[in-house]
């Protein structure tokens, strides 16, 4: 689209996200509605404590830490303590705007953010300008302050100016004006003379920097060729973040960037559909509508999830979004309302859902429980089967794919096996976030190589990174009784001996489900050690002929041949992604004697 035909779409007046008038309205007829105070109380408590701290600084001791060691936790521990204020206080003074310490609180809070050196996360500044030492001024020269805009610079930015929008009646005069000076000298006048690599990223990235962006400048730029210059760059970087998808909608980084990134495309295809009087509407777009329902899709009971990458095995979901989106699609599931993240669950404190969370929440929608059936996403080789029988719910999850995915673990071949909300043959998901992480030591995380995955290791060696590690799919069925998936994993080792490895799934729904996993080798020479690896959580584990019995709230047999195979347990200690030290378990079966063509077969059956 040509800037001429955008331009024209564009509307002066229309009604945006909310209006002042239309706050107090919203507010009058739901501060008695009992369905809203659940969300309410938990913002109202969180308010008074936050009230009872001073608002801590981030100086420059917190700031150099990520440059000196790679830690990224102190200074965003501050960073979004600073954000929970501004989120907590700006939603108070929209429910009571009588209350004059809030404004007063929102008000410092908005002072010390516009007073920050930079509105980025020090761990996404390495070669960014205010990391930068060199000395170049002159009296000489006028110039655009340069700066970085990483997801959280635009993030603040938005924040910023729908805070604005939603309470320039109530805020200072001065307040408003560093708002307005903030967000254009840091992002909107950045954005408009400097090309950044996020436009041309087909990941989370590119869907909430851009988003962000053109939200922020929806809200504050009033002149509608300026407006223009802006948001035919925004568009282009929404398209980006499309094309990272498969036609199949999946996301491959996993539900919690679902929720991240395609939330925050959500939210400023809203804006620009009311700014544009409905004529430029992303939502029509039939990948986006793919994309929206890969929600129902990966949950797999109540609040387990399918958590390929950098995904936590359970998650919680923005009601606002949700509903949201089933009013945009017929066919979008709305989940149970139990299942709704709590004020506190975003350690980041993000402003946009969490305010979503309020005004798109709609009691009058009816909710049920996620659908059964199975799923097969033949782009991006995903198979999901979720079945109920008169014993509960019981789930399989397999993948193939290629090893260079977006937040990419190496995983081609790795499954998931739960029963009544319980996992068994579980996913690890994401660790701590540091420098190391996203380097060349990524793979050596626990939760990142294969070794942290229900795969083989042959040779003592373990999957490869890379896009030319993947897999190609052999056999797909879906039944009523039975379902197979098979994949060849071969292209996941660099093996030189291995010739082939077959991988079959056979999920056989009974009343009590039973998966039979067999792996075929072929080798050009006797292997030297093949390692059947199985990741679970630390369960009571039972030795017995021939078998093995995890036990927690339920039981799964594991049944293997003794003589082919020994099994060894070990424990498996990793730092999640919130910093908290997880044990599990790692089931080793070792093939006794690999020769040059040889089958494993193991056999799970729930009790």
């Not at 996200?17 to 109202?44: A, C, G, M």
């Not at 009872?52 to 150099?64: G, N, P, R, V």
């Not at 000489?140 to 700066?147: G, I, N």
Request: hydrophobic fraction near 40%; include cysteine; charge should be negative.
């Amino acid at each position: 689209m040509n800037s001429a035909d955008l331009s024209r779409l564009l509307v002066s007046e229309s009604p945006l996200f909310l209006e002042i008038d239309s706050k107090y309205k919203w507010w009058t007829n739901t501060r008695t509605d009992p369905e809203y105070q659940v969300h309410l109380d938990e913002i109202r408590v969180e308010a008074k404590r936050l009230l009872q701290e001073e608002d801590q600084e981030l100086t420059y001791s917190l700031f150099k830490i990520f440059a000196e060691n790679g830690s990224r936790v102190e200074f965003e521990k501050v960073y979004f303590k600073k954000r929970r204020r501004l989120t907590t206080f700006a939603i108070m003074i929209f429910l009571e705007p009588e209350n004059k310490r809030y404004v007063t609180a929102l008000e410092n809070t908005i002072w010390s953010i516009c007073n920050e050196y930079t509105w980025c996360l020090p761990a996404h500044l390495t070669d960014g300008p205010e990391a930068s030492t060199e000395l170049n001024y002159t009296l000489k020269e006028t110039s655009v302050k340069r700066c970085s805009i990483d997801l959280f610079a635009a993030e603040t930015a938005f924040s910023l100016a729908e805070i604005l929008q939603l309470n320039k009646n109530t805020l200072d005069p001065l307040i408003c004006k560093r708002i307005y000076e903030e967000v254009f000298t840091r992002v909107l006048i950045p954005f408009k003379t400097t090309k950044y690599k996020w436009e041309n990223e087909t990941h989370n990235w590119a869907a909430v920097c851009a988003g962000s962006v053109g939200s922020a400048a929806i809200y504050l730029i009033h002149d509608l060729q300026e407006l223009t210059v802006i948001l035919e760059r925004i568009l282009p970087a929404m398209s980006s973040y499309l094309s990272g998808f498969n036609p199949d909608g999946i996301c491959l980084e996993g539900y919690g960037y679902w929720q991240y990134g395609f939330g925050y495309f959500v939210y400023f295809a809203d804006l620009l559909k009311k700014r544009t009087a409905g004529q430029l509407d992303l939502f029509k777009n039939e990948k986006v509508h793919e994309i929206a329902l890969f929600q129902q899709k990966c949950f797999l009971d109540e609040n387990l999830v399918v958590n390929f990458s950098d995904a936590s095995p359970t998650a919680t979901i923005f009601l606002g979004l949700s509903h949201y989106l089933s009013k945009e699609y017929p066919d979008f599931d709305i989940p149970k309302k139990h299942l709704r993240a709590k004020y506190t669950d975003d350690h980041c404190s993000r402003w946009a859902p969490a305010i979503r969370n309020i005004i798109w929440f709609d009691d009058s929608l009816p909710d049920k429980s996620w659908r059964t059936g199975t799923i097969y996403s033949k782009d991006s080789q995903w198979f999901i089967s979720k079945y109920q029988s008169t014993f509960g719910n019981f789930s399989f999850a397999a993948k193939g794919g290629h090893n260079d995915e977006p937040h990419n673990h190496n995983d081609i071949g790795h499954f998931i096996l739960q029963a009544n909300n319980e996992v068994f043959l579980k996913d690890l998901g994401c660790g701590l976030y540091n420098k190391e992480y996203f380097g060349e030591k990524r793979y050596t995380f626990l939760c990142n190589g294969s070794q942290g995955h229900s795969v083989p290791s042959i040779n003592h060696q373990f999957q490869n990174e890379g896009f030319l590690s993947h897999a190609r799919v052999i056999q797909v069925d879906v039944g009523d009784e039975v379902e197979i998936f098979e994949i060849d994993i071969t292209r996941a080792y660099e093996i030189e001996p291995l010739q082939t490895l077959l991988r079959k799934f056979s999920w056989i729904k009974k009343a009590q489900p039973k998966l039979i996993l067999e792996d075929f080798y072929t080798f050009t020479d006797q292997p030297i050690s093949v390692i059947e690896r199985l990741i679970t959580p630390a369960f009571a584990i039972t030795e017995e002929e021939d078998e093995v019995i995890l036990e927690g709230k339920q039981r799964l047999r594991i049944l293997y041949d003794r003589s082919q195979l020994y099994l060894e347990v070990k424990k498996l200690s990793f730092i999640n992604h919130f910093g908290e030290v997880e044990e599990n378990f790692a089931l080793d079966f070792t093939v006794l004697a690999p020769v040059k063509e040889f089958k494993v077969q193991l056999a799970f059956q729930f009790e």
